[in-house]
């Protein structure tokens, strides 16, 4: 097959088939990031915070906010379209300096640099990176996982919230937050 074509069409493939693609965009709810946020003991002006699979930005901007404030955030995401909602929503809020949005695939990202990584996947996907995170991960880091556990270790917390007690109605069910230091897995 010619070259040229054969990488044409490969862009007409959609994200989501992509061979690592791991979850589909679904949100995590302001409530349920602030909850994130807070079990995951975020260090004012101290900690670097990365979402490897940030949609659309809203995790790493909250992070380094008010109450959290955490030194840095990065934000990862496979989908160019969302990187670049990020990147709007980080300019935006003045955070250029703070919050770095990169379009990448999280296989090929280096995450050893973070103090807190949140995660909203599905469990199967969060065995996929388990290895990477057990690899690259400093002991001290904690993860933080939106509904789905991590089938092979032990959660040092959860929290259970409802997060119908805001104003999106449209997440008006209760999710479950578990929380992973990487001393205690
Ligand atoms: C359920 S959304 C979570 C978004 C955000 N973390 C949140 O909680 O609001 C999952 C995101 O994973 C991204 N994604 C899927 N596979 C990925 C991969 N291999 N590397 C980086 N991002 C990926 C998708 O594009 C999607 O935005």
């Not at 959609?14 to 946020?37: G, Q, R």
């Not at 703070?98 to 909203?120: G, H, M, P, Q, W």
Request: hydrophobic content about 35%.
């Amino acid at each position: 097959m010619d070259h040229e074509v054969f990488s044409g069409s490969l862009k007409k493939i959609p994200i989501y088939a992509h061979k690592n693609y791991l979850a589909p965009p679904f949100p995590s709810n302001a409530i349920v990031v602030d909850e994130m946020l807070r079990l995951a003991d975020v260090k004012s002006g101290k900690d670097v915070v990365y979402d490897p699979a940030c949609g659309d930005g809203r995790i790493p901007i909250r992070a380094v906010q008010e109450p959290f404030c955490a030194a840095r955030a990065v934000g990862i995401d496979i989908d160019k379209e969302l990187c670049k909602i990020a990147r709007e929503k980080v300019k935006t809020s003045d955070l250029q300096d703070k919050v770095r949005i990169k379009n990448r695939d999280i296989f090929k990202c280096d995450l050893s640099e973070a103090d807190v990584v949140t995660l909203y996947l599905s469990e199967p996907s969060n065995e996929r990176i388990r290895p990477k995170l057990e690899r690259e991960l400093k002991k001290t880091a904690r993860v933080v996982s939106h509904s789905f556990r991590m089938e092979s270790w032990n959660p040092s917390k959860t929290s259970d919230i409802n997060a119908s007690l805001g104003n999106d109605k449209k997440y008006a069910y209760p999710r479950r937050i578990y929380l992973y230091r990487m001393d205690e897995i």
